[in-house]
């Protein structure tokens, strides 16, 4: 799979093997998404243990890559399907860039678009790509994640970081 690579803008400039951008860690399109249901609460994926980094971390709802010549939102809805059996309406609340190095020698550099959800129906997860999910209310989160860090995927406590007002208005 190839995904896009980018200036520091978020402009294209081509496109690379998946594992080799992470291999070399070049800058390439990325999304995240989040999904609340009507109490409030975001939905939380926990990352198979079989991916080639952060398996078996907490994570949320969805992350991926837009294939090229794929809009980012029309990526973020497939995956979304892929991973978590299910689509909702999504809207795109910000963006961030970050870089991160894992102990495989694989480095994730992404221009990341974050999108916002909300849904209330069934959940039926790809085992390939997902271990387990729940809902959790953010308060209830963001105290897990003062006493357990190591639980969450680097890009997800960014996000969480970057964007306290992300979970505001649900």
Request: glycine share 6%.
């Given at each position: 799979m190839k995904v896009i690579l980018v200036d520091e803008n978020d402009k294209e400039i081509g496109t690379e093997f998946k594992i080799k951008t992470h291999r070399e860690g070049k800058l390439h399109r990325?999304?995240?998404?989040?999904?609340?249901?009507?109490k409030?609460?975001?939905?939380?994926?926990?990352?198979?243990?079989?991916?080639?980094?952060?398996?078996g971390l907490w994570s949320n709802t969805c992350?991926?890559?837009?294939?090229?010549?794929?809009k980012t939102l029309a990526a973020a809805h497939r995956r979304l399907k892929e991973e978590m059996g299910f689509d909702c309406d999504?809207?795109?609340?910000?963006t961030l860039r970050y870089k991160v190095e894992f102990e495989n020698e694989l480095t994730e550099y992404e221009f990341d678009h974050i999108f916002t959800g909300k849904f209330n129906g069934e959940i039926k997860i790809n085992k390939g790509e997902v271990e387990e999910f729940k809902w959790i209310y953010p308060d209830d989160l963001?105290?897990?994640?003062?006493k357990n860090p190591k639980k969450y995927t680097f890009w997800f406590l960014e996000c969480?970081?970057?964007?306290?007002?992300?979970?505001?208005?649900?």
């Amino acid at each position: 799979m190839k995904v896009i690579l980018v200036d520091e803008n978020d402009k294209e400039i081509g496109t690379e093997f998946k594992i080799k951008t992470h291999r070399e860690g070049k800058l390439h399109r990325a999304f995240s998404i989040f999904v609340f249901n009507s109490k409030g609460q975001l939905l939380l994926q926990k990352r198979s243990p079989k991916k080639y980094h952060s398996g078996g971390l907490w994570s949320n709802t969805c992350c991926s890559h837009p294939r090229p010549g794929e809009k980012t939102l029309a990526a973020a809805h497939r995956r979304l399907k892929e991973e978590m059996g299910f689509d909702c309406d999504l809207k795109e609340v910000s963006t961030l860039r970050y870089k991160v190095e894992f102990e495989n020698e694989l480095t994730e550099y992404e221009f990341d678009h974050i999108f916002t959800g909300k849904f209330n129906g069934e959940i039926k997860i790809n085992k390939g790509e997902v271990e387990e999910f729940k809902w959790i209310y953010p308060d209830d989160l963001i105290a897990d994640i003062k006493k357990n860090p190591k639980k969450y995927t680097f890009w997800f406590l960014e996000c969480c970081k970057r964007m306290p007002d992300l979970f505001s208005g649900y």
